[in-house]
C-alpha cells in the first residue's frame, strides 16, 4: 500500500521484558513474554499494517536505549501459510 504508516509503544520496556508486535491481518496483538496483551502500551493513532507481497521497506527505531536493548524482526511468507 501507498503512504506511511507507523507504529509505537507507550512507556519503557523493562530489563529482559519481551513484547511481541503481530501484524497479520485479522490478527494484530501486541503481548508479552506470558502471552498477555500489551494493547494498552500502543500508540494512540498506530497502524499495524501487514507486509505487502514483494519488497516493503520497514524503518525500525528506538528511543533511550542502552548496550542490552535489541528489536529482532522475523515474518513467515504467506506461501508457507494456511488460511
Not at 494484530?28 to 500502543?42: I, K
Not at 516493503?56 to 522475523?74: F, H, P, Q, R, W
Amino acid at each position: 500500500t501507498s503512504g506511511s504508516k507507523s507504529w509505537g509503544i507507550d512507556g519503557s520496556i523493562a530489563d529482559g521484558e519481551t513484547l511481541t508486535v503481530d501484524t497479520r491481518r485479522g490478527v494484530q496483538t501486541v503481548t508479552d513474554e506470558a502471552g498477555d496483551s500489551q494493547w494498552a502500551r500502543v500508540t494512540p493513532n498506530s497502524n499495524l499494517w501487514a507486509l505487502e507481497p514483494n519488497s516493503n521497506a520497514v524503518t525500525v527505531a528506538m528511543t533511550a536505549t542502552d548496550s542490552g536493548s535489541y528489536i529482532e524482526v522475523a515474518y513467515t511468507p504467506r506461501y508457507l501459510t494456511a488460511f
